[in-house]
């Protein structure tokens, strides 16, 4: 079992920054892609980023490539989301998600564990 813990949400303006913290525990954080996915009211839960077990392959929405960053600390068991130029449709509940396997896959599926959410909320 993985118990996800997402931390860093809350109310920015446009053209803001957030940093998104999630931490892992519960089993062999290392050997995981971890991923970020957001969920606005009515809408899908979609893919934002996602970053494979060692750190060296990335991958992102086109909505958020080149203004979101993603990083992990294994030695701390905790990935980051950092998100920069903020604009109101970026306002979701940000979810961490523990993938099954070691690569930085955008779907959903590949993920096993989540976190609860944390509210991100960019007013304009």
């Known amino acids: 079992q993985v118990q996800l813990v997402e931390s860093g949400g809350g109310l920015v303006q446009v053209g803001g920054s957030l940093r998104l913290s999630c931490t892992a525990s519960?089993?062999?954080?290392?050997?995981?892609?971890m991923g970020w996915f957001r969920q606005s009211p009515g809408n899908e839960r979609e893919f934002v980023a996602a970053i494979s077990w060692n750190g060296r392959s990335t991958n992102y929405a086109d909505s958020v490539k080149s203004r979101f960053s993603i990083s992990r600390d294994n030695a701390q068991n905790t990935v980051y989301l950092q998100m920069n130029s903020l604009n109101p449709e970026d306002t979701a509940v940000y979810y961490c998600?523990?993938?099954?396997?070691?690569?930085?896959?955008?779907?959903?599926?590949?993920?096993?564990?989540w976190g609860q959410g944390t509210q991100v909320t960019v007013s304009s």
């Open positions: 998600a523990a993938s099954r396997f070691r690569g930085a896959s955008w779907q959903r599926d590949a993920y096993a564990y």
């Open positions: 519960g089993r062999t954080f290392s050997d995981s892609a």
